[in-house]
């Protein structure tokens, strides 16, 4: 198997200028020859090199360059922008000393270079990488998507043709040679197929798709009522913490943060004007119920919000239900990564948040409320007022293509726990779980982990992205494993090979 990383070690870039040497003095003769049979090259303290690994042997290389001028420019005879006037120019980054040993020059390799190439000029933002292609490999680059823009240059022996890869190409080329990433995020997921897309809202087809949703959804919840809105979780919230207010009014209640979406709960508490306090403990950290259950008594709260799994820190919540069932008090949960992770029952809340793109498995877009009785005062404003909702059939425009989608994935119950829970206990069992945020008890959905950042460089080089680019993440220094995706058996074997590999050579 190849594997691909960034350069850091003695050995490795000793290895560089022995492939270095071997390509461009000895097959290309650019250079003259010594008795190391080695060669570093002139921009080394400034070059970027991403190299290919077969197991244990640095087998292929390129180096990526941003300073100027770039060796393409005296090619030229000048700066490349003066022959791009057609391309976004704004942040070029030079490629240089692509080279593959003899014994390893096949389509695998390439492609996996080909894949490096892609996520770095993409993630780094340049709007287009140029280089200097050799002549006799013309095919190959224009096959991953570079384009000449002059002619041929060099020696006889040395020919080279400057080429560009633009940004917009990464992502093309990427979907047209199969090198899409495989991810593990906590939504979008994957779909396979959409219907219904030209299907009226008002249509009664519609209506028959649409009751059959909502039925699902109860089914799933033990609800009786579930409001649709088109919108995200957070809205899902907003209208939950709105039809809180109407219920409870000014009487005190009680806020729980143990990440970052508890954290957004009582930020958006705030602007609903609720009258709360909050208990916040530490990312990752398990609430103490009997701490809980001793503030709700001893400042008589009437009502309490929490996120029942914390996708933040993979940290679930749902047991307080349990020491509070004798206790009178208006329970809310966020439930937006826990329902269709794990079976909920949410018979026992006043209202519980869900959307169509998390656990459950289908396209984002959808936000569902639960809730176990038809409210009858609300002052929201329309769209984010749950009475509305509950008095009109569809109050509002529903694509139908994203109800259908939801009434698919909806379909794989309850077999999808199973699977679910499952690939859970995999991923706790695997070689990652040392490197895991917290001990608390988890549920089937992600976890959070603590990794190298120089691994993650290497997933991501090797098209396997982890959820690690949000702000509040990155903050915390924590890349999440969600376990929700359709190639999450096939990506979380890859994953562990790299992952294998990666402790066997960093």
């Known amino acids: 198997m190849y594997f691909c990383k960034i350069a850091t070690t003695a050995a490795e870039f000793d290895e560089i200028a022995a492939l270095n040497y071997e390509t461009f003095v000895e097959e290309i003769p650019q250079h003259e020859t010594n008795t190391e049979r080695r060669l570093v090259d002139r921009f080394h303290n400034e070059n970027t090199y991403v190299v290919v690994y077969k197991e244990q042997q640095l087998i292929g290389m390129l180096a990526f360059r941003d300073k100027r001028p770039f060796s393409v420019d005296g090619k030229v005879g000048g700066p490349v922008e003066a022959l791009l006037a057609a391309y976004d120019t704004s942040h070029l980054c030079e490629i240089r000393l692509l080279a593959i040993r003899k014994a390893y020059r096949n389509g695998r390799v ?7 190439i892609y996520t770095y000029v993409y993630d780094r933002g340049y709007s287009a990488a140029v280089i200097s292609g050799v002549t006799r490999e013309e095919k190959l680059y224009r096959r991953i998507g570079f384009e000449a823009f002059s002619e041929a240059t060099g020696t006889a022996d040395a020919a080279f043709i400057p080429m560009i890869l633009t ?3 990464c992502l093309q080329m990427q979907q047209q040679i199969r090198l899409e990433p495989m991810n593990f995020y906590p939504g979008p997921v994957a779909q396979t197929q959409l219907t219904h897309s030209a299907l009226s809202h008002r249509s009664l087809a519609f209506e028959e798709l649409y009751a059959k949703m909502q039925k699902k959804l109860c089914t799933l919840t033990n609800a009786r009522h579930v409001s649709t809105l088109v919108g995200s979780g957070t809205l899902a919230n907003d209208v939950m913490l709105g039809q809180l207010k109407a219920v409870v009014g000014a009487q ?7 990440g970052e979406f508890g954290e957004r709960l009582q930020k958006q508490a705030m602007h609903w004007g609720l009258n709360f306090d909050s208990h916040q403990v530490a990312w990752g950290a398990k609430f103490d119920a009997q701490v809980i259950r001793e503030l709700i008594v001893e400042n008589a709260y009437s009502w309490l919000v929490f996120v029942q799994g914390e996708t933040s820190t993979g940290v679930w919540n749902g047991d307080l239900i349990e020491a509070l069932a004798d206790i009178d008090i208006h329970i809310c949960i966020d439930g937006i990564s826990s329902i269709g992770a794990t079976p909920v029952d949410i018979s026992r809340y006043l209202l519980a948040t869900a959307v169509s793109g998390k656990a459950i498995g289908a396209l984002s877009g959808l936000a569902f409320v639960f809730s176990n009785e038809h409210f009858t ?12 909702y509950q008095q009109q059939k569809l109050p509002f425009t529903l694509p139908a293509y994203l109800v259908a989608n939801v009434v698919e994935a909806l379909a794989h119950y309850p077999a999808r726990f199973d699977v679910l829970n499952t690939r859970f206990k995999t991923l706790e069992q695997s070689a990652f779980a040392r490197y895991k945020l917290s001990d608390a008890q988890g549920y089937p959905m992600i976890v959070s982990y603590q990794l190298p950042t120089e691994f993650l460089e290497i997933a991501r ?9 949000s702000g509040y993440l990155k903050k915390q220094g924590l890349a999440q494993i969600s376990i929700i995706g359709p190639q999450f058996d096939e990506a979380f074997k890859c994953l562990q090979r ?3 590999w990666y402790q066997q050579v960093k």
Request: glycine letters at 4%; a neutral charge.
């Open 167 to 169: 940004r917009a190409n």
């Open 377 to 388: 005062k609300n002052d929201a404003p329309l769209y984010s007022n749950l009475v509305h």
């Open 252 to 258: 005190r209640g009680l806020i729980l943060a143990n």
């Open 461 to 469: 080089l090797n098209g396997l992205l982890l959820h690690d680019e």
């Open 110 to 116: 390439f492609q996996k270079l080909a894949q490096a």
């Open 498 to 500: 790299v992952f294998e």
